[in-house]
């Protein structure tokens, strides 16, 4: 299954950004051992609509092109259900042994995501119910994606 990181925003130089780099090398180095294919990060600038719902509204649709028919789509929420990292590695290989093509994993914009595409997400993950800066978001996302890989490919990088 190709998995293909959608952010609002660029990351830009400096430590996060390598940190950030560093788990979605791993990702890629690790994820096909176990049918999981890093397809890079679509980055999208962000809306300069004058309101929220309006912003929303057009880095939805931004969202909106970047899906392929079938992909299935989590949104990072702080909004959303917090899982655990043996519980997030579960739905991932569920949606890869189910025979998903692709999963879109999104990081919204300041407003957060549109609610059309909250209705039709197939996971809405919470790092926290703290708000996080979107350079530690995308460092988070990819550790834990490279986590996913060693947990379902039996790794003792993850521990309980």
Do not use: C, N
Not at 85 to 95: K, V, Y
Not at 100 to 107: D, G, S
Not at 124 to 148: C, I, K, N
């Amino acid at each position: 299954m190709k998995i293909v990181v959608h952010a609002v925003g660029r990351m830009k130089a400096g430590p996060e950004r390598e940190l950030a780099d560093r788990y979605f090398d791993r990702f890629g180095k690790s994820g096909p051992a176990v049918g999981l294919d890093f397809a890079g990060i679509v980055e999208t600038p962000e809306s300069r609509a004058q309101t929220a719902t309006e912003r929303k509204r057009e880095e939805g649709r931004a969202l909106q092109g970047q899906l392929q028919a079938g992909a299935a789509l989590m949104l990072l929420d702080e909004r959303g259900r917090a899982f655990t990292s043996e519980e997030l590695a579960g739905r991932i290989g569920l949606m890869r042994d189910d025979g998903r093509k692709a999963l879109v994993v999104a990081i919204g914009g300041a407003d957060g995501h549109d609610q059309s595409l909250r209705d039709q997400a197939e996971l809405v993950v919470s790092f926290g119910a703290l708000t996080w800066p979107h350079q530690l978001v995308r460092v988070m996302l990819g550790e834990q994606l490279y986590r996913a890989a060693t947990i379902l490919s039996g790794h003792p990088y993850h521990r309980s």
